[in-house]
């Protein structure tokens, strides 16, 4: 599944859901978009940058917008434009929605549930790369789970915690406790820029993240 700035994005076909990719911007952020095969709903991941391309993406036609954490790459260009153009609902973490300068309709908690058509995300909260940031957890009635991760995981390691070692601790606790301790290595990571990985792929390295710090 791959995705490139202003071309056709990569799709995945679940037996529910289907899973858009695209990269947008400078940063090549990855916005996701996820559709309901039974009621046609869609929910957008990260309306980062290029609002043209994000429309045509969605076809004019969205829900909701859910954006990860409250760092500027992943709104700043083209959230506004896009939820004005659809009316979309917005979605982001407590604690970072005063800093995304676009209006968040619900402020999201750990364990919260979104509900778009007939799928249901599930909200977990991720404190380390910023205060509030949050990872989807959608789980594949057909199949494996699907995780979509912003900036917190990547293949190769955990988002960037700045040279604090009390985020990246906070970061690193969340991510094993929640994530790895709670999900089968067929997890698929969705992260907010690159490729996909899956969390077997990444799980031996995860001692190494944290004697390394970063």
């Given at each position: ?18 899973i ?99 799928f ?28 979509f ?63 390394r710090?970063?």
């Open positions: 599944m791959t995705g490139y700035s202003g071309l056709a994005p990569g799709v995945r076909e679940l037996s529910a859901l289907t858009g990719k695209v990269s947008v911007g400078p940063g090549d952020n990855n916005c996701y978009l996820l559709r309901c095969r039974s009621t046609g709903k869609q929910l957008m991941i990260d309306a980062a940058s290029e609002p043209d391309v994000l429309l045509d993406f969605c076809d004019r036609r969205l829900d909701a917008v859910v954006t990860t954490h409250q760092h500027w790459d992943h709104w700043e260009h083209a959230l506004a434009v896009v939820v004005d153009a659809t009316g979309a609902t917005t979605y982001a973490g407590a604690p970072d929605a005063p800093g995304i300068a676009v209006r968040t309709d619900v402020a999201l908690h750990d364990g919260d549930a979104i509900t778009c058509g007939a249901e995300l599930r909200v977990i909260r991720l404190t380390g790369h910023t205060p509030g940031g949050v990872a989807l957890l959608y789980e594949d009635p057909g199949g494996h789970p699907h995780l991760t912003g900036d917190s995981l990547f293949p190769g390691g955990l988002g960037n915690t700045f040279g604090d070692s009390g985020a990246f601790a906070c970061l690193f606790d969340d991510v094993e406790n929640k994530i790895f301790d709670r999900l089968p290595d067929d997890t698929w990571v969705y992260p907010g820029h690159g490729r996909d990985t899956t969390l077997g792929t990444e799980r031996p390295a995860l001692p190494e993240w944290r004697a710090g970063w």
